[in-house]
């Protein structure tokens, strides 16, 4: 299924369940429906590429992506910790994915539907966050290396016909000054709109593999490494029992970062409405206002999970502290 058919699902399930409904028959209408989650849906792609059974194909993908051949192929992985824990004045920070290859070294996976002026600063302090996780124990500076990589549902390069980039520390000879951390960014959605017909790539592959699944269509077994077929049965819909489904339906996952987005896009859209018509910002507030039972909610599901502090909470949902900590006592935490 795509994303919006996910998000269509699991609000369903969310409805049957707080309607005290027959959740696991819900549930069984969407297996007769589809056969296929949605692959890049974060929670969704952690299970898939994240479980300890399927690291052989999680490496495989990895391997594409990174372009890695040979004796420089990632041959195992351990999937650890995706969080780093943050500090007084540095927020706490979570990837989709974080593993270690056979050498120790980290690969970072951050899969990532939206993106705005800010996701480049995002980015980049994420990959500050890592890289002071990444030190050799027992030694002062010494950095082991590190892959980030970033699978974007929108374009940074949009002028590029390329639509994976490798991005490192050079000088203005393009010189490598350091060459043990590479964030690769691959832009899934220019691959999928483009024409790509003639790359015959891995990764070229494995993205065209997990469109056709959330496409809803079964894999040509002629056409795929084994290990992109082992993805099919991992991502079949059957695979995710119902504990999953619904903790997936009460806590949208992304929907913080989405949501903050969209809010400037509309403080944005009514600024120039604004300009337009004489009405500075009057679209931005009414869609403000419009939307803060929905910000408020989702403050409460974050304030659940207890990964962030109250301050954070509130700057990330444009809440004032006072709302946030009341928020948490209706919760009884």
């Known amino acids: 299924m795509n994303r919006e058919q996910y998000a269509a699902m699991l609000q369903k399930i969310n409805e049957t369940r707080v309607a005290n409904g027959d959740v696991a028959a819900c549930i069984e209408e969407f297996r007769k429906k589809y ?101 050799v124990p027992g030694q002062i500076y010494a950095l082991r290396n590190m892959d980030f990589i970033a699978l974007q549902m929108f374009d940074s390069y949009p002028e590029s016909n390329d639509y994976r980039h490798c991005v490192q520390l050079k000088n203005q000879n393009n010189e490598v000054f350091f060459g043990k951390h590479m964030l690769t960014i691959v832009e899934v959605a220019k691959f999928i709109k483009g024409d790509y017909r003639m790359d015959e790539s891995r990764l070229a592959c494995w993205l065209r593999a997990i469109e056709c699944i959330n496409n ?32 997936e339906a009460k806590f949208m996952s992304d929907q913080a970062y989405t949501l903050e987005i969209e809010r400037k896009e509309a403080r944005a859209e009514g600024r120039a409405e604004g300009r337009a018509e004489g009405r500075a910002e009057g679209r931005a ?13 989702l403050a409460k599901r974050k304030l659940q999970k207890g990964t962030s502090s109250v301050e954070e909470i509130a700057e990330d949902f444009s809440l004032s502290v006072d709302e946030v900590i009341k928020l948490k006592k209706s919760l009884g935490l």
């Open 35 to 135: 056969k296929y989650v949605y692959v890049y849906n974060d929670s969704c792609f952690k299970k898939i590429f994240g479980a300890y059974a399927n690291r052989d194909m999680a490496a495989s993908f990895l391997n594409a992506v990174l372009k890695l051949e040979g004796s420089n192929c990632i041959r195992s992985l351990d999937f650890i910790d995706p969080s780093v824990p943050g500090g007084p004045f540095v927020k706490s920070v979570t990837s989709d994915l974080v593993a270690l290859n056979q050498d120790k070294n980290r690969i970072v996976i951050e899969v990532q539907h939206k993106g705005d002026d800010s996701f480049k600063d995002r980015l980049v302090f994420y990959t500050a966050c890592h890289t002071l996780q990444n030190k």
């Open 216 to 247: 809803e269509q079964d894999l040509d077994e002629n056409a795929f490494m084994a290990n992109v077929l082992h993805l099919q049965n991992a991502a079949k819909l059957c695979n995710f029992d119902m504990g999953f489904l619904v903790s």
């Open 285 to 297: 507030v009414g869609l403000a206002e419009g939307r803060v039972e929905e910000r408020r909610e």
